[in-house]
Each structure stands twice: as structure tokens, then as C-alpha cells.
């Protein structure tokens, strides 16, 4: 099991990009699918946004961020990124970077960690 710290998120304005990060300590994270996930204002649930395989090859995307992010990940940094561009103010949330046991990547029962989440604010 691998523990997660991300780092990144702040107040921008719509329009700009940002780049969260995850570090991953453990012995497991270059055998371990990573995602992000996000939970906005007033939202019960936490929504998947995007995912990558433990090679790194393969990436999966929620909809509406399809063709704006774009997850990676470092095996040797044990890091994986979220690059954010064209911010929307419906991208304002908490994004929490996710280890998973297995999939559906886009389930929160397939994840095995969270870590403590990263405030986004996007302005109008």
C-alpha cells in the first residue's frame, strides 16, 4: 500500500493552467494504478477524473476533462501529475490523488488509498 501527499492547487482564473502533483511513498508504486478524483462544492460524492495504468501507457478520462488534463506518471519519483489546462469555474474542487486495487477505475470502492486533497478554486 503506497501513502499519497498532493501538492498544486490554488486560486486561478478560468482559462489558465495548473499542474497538481501526487508523491507516493512505499515499495509498491511502480506496480500500482494511480488516479485523481475530485469532490466540488456541496457534492456529496467524489467524481473520477482520470486514471493511468502502473506502466504508464494506457490513460482513462472522465468526459468533460477529456482533451483538457492530462495525467503521467514518474516510477522513479514515484509521482504522478495532473496537468490542467483550460480551466473551467466547474473544475473548482477538491482533487484527491488515489491508488487502486483494482478496477472500474471510475469507482471509489477501487481504491486502496487517498490522500489528503488539494483545494482547486477557478474564478470567472
Known amino acids: 500500500q503506497v501513502t499519497l501527499e498532493e501538492s498544486g492547487g490554488k486560486l486561478v482564473q478560468a482559462g489558465d493552467s495548473l499542474r497538481l502533483s501526487c508523491a507516493a511513498s512505499g515499495n509498491t508504486f511502480s506496480n500500482t494504478d494511480m488516479g485523481w478524483f475530485r469532490q466540488g462544492p456541496g457534492k456529496e460524492d467524489r467524481e473520477f477524473v482520470s486514471a493511468v495504468d502502473r506502466s504508464g501507457e494506457h490513460t482513462y478520462y472522465e468526459k468533460s476533462v477529456k482533451g483538457r488534463f492530462t495525467i503521467s506518471r514518474d516510477n522513479v519519483e514515484k509521482t504522478v501529475y495532473l496537468q490542467m489546462n483550460s480551466l473551467k469555474p466547474d473544475d473548482t474542487a477538491v482533487y484527491y490523488c488515489?491508488?487502486?486495487?483494482?478496477?472500474?477505475?471510475?469507482?471509489?470502492?477501487?481504491?486502496?488509498?487517498w490522500g489528503p486533497g488539494t483545494q482547486v478554486t477557478v474564478s470567472s
Open positions: 488515489a491508488s487502486y486495487y483494482f478496477r472500474p477505475y471510475g469507482e471509489v470502492h477501487s481504491v486502496s488509498s
